[in-house]
């Protein structure tokens, strides 16, 4: 056999940092009481059911690349010593269009000509892209603008409990860079699927199986939530069994953990699989109160916020876990640097 050439690599990256995070809310927000008076359930109904109190819809005029613009600005003005962006990744699944993908657009109104691709892993978007970007990042060397961003709010129906209750519009945004340190960045993942719930959560419409929007019944044109039991049931289950084999192939216990950031789904959600991980109630990071479900947007937006807080600091274990329709699932174990 005939060996290989020495070659060098242009690239000496130990690990991956987040140098920056930003996020963007629309201005608009939307209380619980207006939609539990649109839909007829009592006051309060909203609240126990979810954890959501309030949530933020888009202006007619803003478009996905619009808010996600926001959110990439501003993860890059908190950026420091970042270096060359390489690529970004726009996780997403309300794209500005079916064709072309939104990121190649959202990367020019940055100023940017670097790679530029959407990834379209529902809530659970923001985790993959996550795991893409680092391996890119020390192969590389070169820094990835995650952004993940949904407009939900033109995807819903308004007249059913299940969906218009839970989602939002949002974006949140992380630089993540190329860092000097051992044992930092993405330390342990974990991501499963199951197919054979594919039509649990879905838009039926304007795909290749049913493109002509005139021939589809009204409500297949939105977000359809078959079966909120069989849905909540599975989301414990994934997110757990994710978090837990994450956490083993990082050689982390529960107990080291910083932060758990979870998908915003749902409180009872993420609740039960803290509860089921054995972590420490006060160690969840939570936005959904305020801004309620904007699908793979929310861990980004999560994080985003508890940096503005000064909850973030050098050193620290974080935990990300996410589900979300397909089913799809995923979980990392990242920790913070500084340099």
């Known amino acids: 056999m005939q060996d290989f050439p020495d070659m060098k690599c242009s690239a000496n990256v130990r690990s991956t940092r987040i140098a920056g995070l930003g996020h963007?809310?629309?201005?608009?927000?939307i209380e619980n009481s207006v939609l539990e008076q649109d839909l007829g359930l009592s006051n309060g109904w909203i609240a126990r059911r979810t954890g959501i109190k309030a949530r933020r819809w888009a202006g007619p005029d803003q478009a996905l690349t619009d808010i996600a613009l926001e959110a990439a600005s501003s993860a890059l003005a908190r950026a420091q010593d970042a270096g060359e962006v390489g690529l970004v990744l726009l996780a997403t699944s309300t794209p500005d269009h079916l064709l072309p993908p939104s990121a190649p657009l959202l990367a020019h109104r940055l100023g940017l000509t670097c790679g530029a691709i959407d990834l379209t892993g529902a809530c659970s978007g923001f985790v993959y892209a996550l795991l893409f970007a680092d391996g890119f990042v020390r192969t590389t060397g070169q820094s990835v603008l995650i952004v993940a961003a949904n407009i939900l709010s033109r995807r819903i129906n308004?007249?059913?409990?299940?969906?218009?209750?839970?989602?939002?519009?949002?974006?949140?945004?992380?630089?993540?860079?190329?860092?000097?340190?051992?044992?930092?960045?993405?330390?342990?993942?974990?991501?499963?699927?199951?197919?054979?719930?594919?039509?649990?959560?879905?838009?039926?419409?304007?795909?290749?199986?049913?493109?002509?929007?005139?021939?589809?019944?009204?409500?297949?044109?939105?977000?359809?939530?078959?079966?909120?039991?069989?849905?909540?049931?599975?989301?414990?289950?994934?997110?757990?069994?994710?978090?837990?084999?994450?956490?083993?192939?990082?050689?982390?216990?529960a107990s080291q953990i910083d932060h758990f950031i979870p998908h915003q789904a749902n409180a009872r959600i993420f609740d039960l699989v803290a509860e089921n991980l054995k972590l420490d109630p006060s160690r969840t990071l939570r936005s959904i109160e305020e801004f309620g479900n904007s699908s793979a947007a929310t861990i980004p937006l999560t994080l985003s916020l508890a940096a503005q807080d000064g909850k973030l600091a050098d050193g620290q274990f974080l935990l990300m876990s996410a589900v979300g329709a397909g089913f799809t699932g995923g979980a990392a174990v990242f920790r913070t640097s500084d340099q």
């Not at 963007?24 to 927000?29: A, D, G």
């Open 24 to 29: 963007y809310v629309p201005e608009r927000r």
């Open 158 to 253: 308004r007249a059913d409990t299940t969906s218009a209750v839970l989602f939002a519009d949002a974006a949140g945004a992380m630089l993540l860079a190329p860092s000097s340190r051992e044992g930092a960045g993405l330390l342990g993942s974990s991501v499963m699927s199951d197919g054979s719930l594919y039509d649990m959560i879905a838009i039926k419409a304007g795909g290749t199986r049913n493109p002509d929007l005139s021939m589809v019944e009204p409500e297949d044109r939105v977000i359809r939530i078959k079966d909120g039991k069989v849905v909540f049931e599975k989301a414990v289950k994934t997110m757990t069994l994710c978090s837990a084999q994450a956490l083993e192939r990082a050689g982390i216990q």
